[in-house]
């Protein structure tokens, strides 16, 4: 039982990490696109 809490624990932590990585790169995906945009001549 405490073998799988712990291993959920990590599944958790690791999920964690990936929803911060893409929020950062969604962030960046935004910011680039809008400088792109903002080239553009019209």
Do not use: C
Not at 16 to 37: D, T
């Amino acid at each position: 039982m405490e073998a799988t809490i712990e291993r959920l624990r990590t599944e958790i932590n690791e999920l964690m990490e990936i929803k911060n990585a893409l929020y950062q790169l969604n962030g960046f995906l935004k910011k680039e696109s809008k400088e792109l945009i903002e080239d553009l001549p019209f």
